[in-house]
């Protein structure tokens, strides 16, 4: 079974910190995603990665970055955390134009 | 970039009701397409591709109408653990990159 696994399920943090959420997946996909959802808005793409090293922009990257620096491994990065960016959020993989696996989620609350 | 739209329902239907779900996508370029189920604080997970040809996996029956830019989800003889919220997921090719668009999703509550 694929599995994508993200390093917390809950996450509190205050405004202006710095905030790591990683995800790792183990079945060697070349894409990988990063979404948030929030209640009667859907999950929004944030930023995507086809490859190492590469990212693109999805809806809305503003006030986030990502790396990924290996493959199995992409992080998003919230350089300077703000409430309105309290939220859940879902990583995904996916071997091509294909089914995306995703991770379980974090929950991540901004005070 | 284009939208995907679904009605958030709820849709209520008692028990071994037939429910149909509707999703219409506005870029025609898209090229593939799939429905998810999402639980109470779960993740997405696939629950069927969709083809142009429409496919079946017991229940549950999907269609795409490439002409009028939509795709359709049957369910029959609804069970209560067919109580999840249904996204719709568009798949296009935009400046050379694949990007997925979700639709909002569309609740769907079976009671006995």
């Known amino acids: 079974d694929v599995k994508v696994t993200q390093s917390s399920r809950y996450l509190v943090k205050r405004t202006g910190e710095k905030v790591f959420l990683e995800c790792v997946q183990d079945m060697d996909h070349e894409n990988m995603f990063w979404y948030r959802q929030d209640p009667g808005l859907g999950l929004r793409l944030i930023y995507f990665s086809y490859d190492v090293k590469m990212k693109e922009k999805g809806d809305i990257p503003e006030g986030y970055s990502v790396s990924r620096e290996k493959k199995e491994r992409f992080s998003l990065i919230l350089e300077s955390a703000s409430t309105n960016q309290t939220s859940m959020y879902l990583c995904?993989?996916?071997?091509?134009?294909?089914?995306?696996?995703f991770g379980p989620g974090t929950r991540l609350t901004v005070l | 970039r284009k939208e995907v739209e679904q009605d958030p329902g709820p849709f209520n239907v008692p028990e071994g009701a037939t429910v149909a779900f509707n999703c219409t996508y506005s870029?025609?370029?898209?090229?593939?397409f799939f429905w998810y189920r999402q639980d109470c604080r779960k993740e997405p997970k696939l629950l069927m591709s969709v083809y142009s040809s429409g496919n079946e996996d017991g229940r549950f029956t999907a269609q795409l109408n490439r002409a009028s830019q939509y795709i359709s989800l049957l369910i029959r003889d609804s069970k209560l653990s067919d109580s999840a919220t249904y996204l719709c997921v568009v798949n296009s090719v935009t400046g050379g990159s694949y990007i997925p668009t979700f639709g909002r999703g569309t609740s769907l509550i079976v009671h006995p």
């Open positions: 995904a993989s996916s071997p091509g134009y294909n089914e995306q696996f």
């Open positions: 870029n025609s370029a898209s090229q593939s």
